[in-house]
């Protein structure tokens, strides 16, 4: 199984750092052979939408097996301030509507349980406020109502507070180990649902970049009393350094799927509109919504880059994610079945890069 695979991946290279203080996630590094496949498909109705991409990959059958528990990563970046300022309106935060439509899924094949997590910016966030783009659902009672349809159950979990344990997977960063939930590396499936936007440190955020939400908040907050939080212990002084660290926890992940949201979206200095983000409703750049989807990581990152017009050869975590053997990157060795990428792309402001390249 998927779990006894991810485990002893994780013991061995923890094994290995501590026994010979050589990373073994990074003894060998093999580029990915073969082509990918990405689904892209656009329209208005994000849950139908994200229905439509999974059936073009195969269906979550092909993903998910009957028993598993899979792990649900969103960006919930501003979730802490949701009753506020209306974060996924705004293009900040993952939409309730794909989590939603993905958790189904899941349940339908069969899932025991599936875990929505995220660290956010607070150790801990109310769901409640966690609603769809009409306001009509929120997170806590559509997990309910689908723990209630299905033999399995749905989770909803503030890793910082509801994560059982921790696990330290080798870094090439200043720390040299970096602690991410159990929660995620118990899981017999990752699936990463980030929304897309650019940052004003890692250049942008996609697939790889919200697995920086599984590393916990002790340790590594920028204000000791970790009430707080912008990761500002780990390293933002370069794109290629703050790529290092989560390039290196999807290296111990292995996540087996990506769904990128491409409705209400985020350019410029982002992550979040305090940075000086801009929204983006992509609706108003290519007359409809987009949904984007991959088994391979680095492909979904790549071509959401150049839906987005970023040069992909100049975005280091694409480059180095594809020198590590997390997927493909090349354009002539993806696969795009559904919309064609020249009907999604459009203009898309970068960040002003903090720090040097």
């Known amino acids: 199984m998927q779990k006894l695979e991810r485990r002893k991946f994780i013991g061995a290279a923890l094994g290995s750092v501590a026994a010979l203080n050589t990373p073994l996630l990074f003894a060998a590094s093999k580029k990915a052979a073969g082509k990918s496949k990405v689904s892209a498909v656009r329209g208005d109705d994000l849950a139908r939408m994200t229905l439509d991409s999974l059936e073009a990959l195969g269906g979550m059958k092909t993903v998910v097996k009957e028993g598993e528990t899979v792990f649900l990563k969103p960006n919930f970046v501003n979730a802490p301030w949701a009753k506020y300022n209306n974060c996924f309106a705004t293009g900040q935060c993952t939409k309730p509507e794909i989590i939603l439509a993905v958790t189904d899924e899941c349940l339908k094949a ?150 990128v949201d491409f409705s209400m979206c985020l350019e410029s200095n982002g992550p979040s509109i305090g940075q000086g983000g801009k929204t983006v409703d992509v609706r108003k750049r290519i007359g409809s919504w987009a949904v984007i989807a991959s088994r391979d990581i680095m492909a979904a990152d790549a071509t959401a880059a150049r839906i987005m017009s970023h040069d992909v050869k100049k975005m280091k975590q694409l480059t180095m994610g594809y020198e590590m053997g997390l997927g493909q990157i090349d354009e002539d060795s993806i696969e795009i079945v559904g919309e064609k990428l020249d009907r999604l792309a459009m203009k898309w402001k970068p960040a002003e890069i903090k720090g040097h390249m």
């Open 110 to 259: 069969g899932a025991r349980e599936v875990i929505i997590g995220d660290g956010s910016q607070l150790p801990k966030y109310d769901w409640r406020e966690i609603k769809t783009l009409d306001g009509k659902r929120d997170m806590v009672t559509e997990a309910k109502r689908l723990s209630a349809k299905y033999s399995g159950t749905v989770k909803l979990a503030c890793l910082e507070v509801d994560s059982p344990g921790w696990v330290e997977v080798p870094c090439k960063c200043k720390q040299k180990k970096i602690a991410i939930a159990d929660m995620v590396t118990k899981a017999d499936r990752v699936i990463t649902i980030p929304v897309a936007k650019t940052h004003s440190w890692a250049q942008l955020t996609l697939g790889t970049k919200n697995f920086v939400g599984v590393i916990r908040i002790k340790g590594y907050s920028q204000f000791m009393d970790n009430t707080w939080w912008n990761r500002g212990s780990i390293d933002h002084s370069s794109p290629r350094a703050i790529s290092q660290i989560f390039l290196d926890i999807t290296k111990a992940i292995k996540p087996d799927l990506s769904i």
